[in-house]
């Protein structure tokens, strides 16, 4: 079975710069879509981005569109999230995942979910 581990968050003040990290493990997810999810306390789990199997088409939630860029290295097995001008709203817990698509990532299609990183903002 395989896992996902995410690294890289932390606390951070508003304007700078974070880069998570989503390593797998156990199997390849080479050709799978991947993709980052983030909840808040007392919120839903939200979509914040996602790449294709091959990492060249990428797709952003409206709220970080312009300041996080997602990528992929499929040789390391290793999904990345870069967050620049980070603001108090992007305070959440982090979870990276795969999806059983290659081109798509949505929750109702998720085989492997991470455990979760923090990441808080502060003023």
């Known amino acids: 079975q395989g896992q996902l581990v995410e690294s890289g968050g932390g606390l951070v003040q508003a304007g700078d710069s974070l880069r998570l990290s989503c390593e797998a493990s156990g199997r390849t997810f080479s050709n799978n879509a991947m993709g980052w999810f983030r909840q808040a306390p007392g919120k839903e789990r939200e979509f914040v981005a996602s790449a294709d199997w091959r990492g060249g088409t990428r797709r952003y939630a409206e709220a970080v569109k312009d300041r996080f860029t997602v990528s992929r290295d499929r040789t390391k097995n290793t999904l990345y999230l870069q967050m620049n001008n980070l603001k108090p709203e992007d305070t959440a817990v982090y979870f990276c995942?795969?999806?059983?698509?290659?081109?798509?990532?949505?929750?109702?299609?998720?085989?492997?979910w991470g455990k979760g990183t923090q990441v808080t903002v502060s003023t």
């Open positions: 995942a795969a999806s059983r698509h290659a081109a798509a990532i949505a929750p109702d299609i998720v085989t492997n």
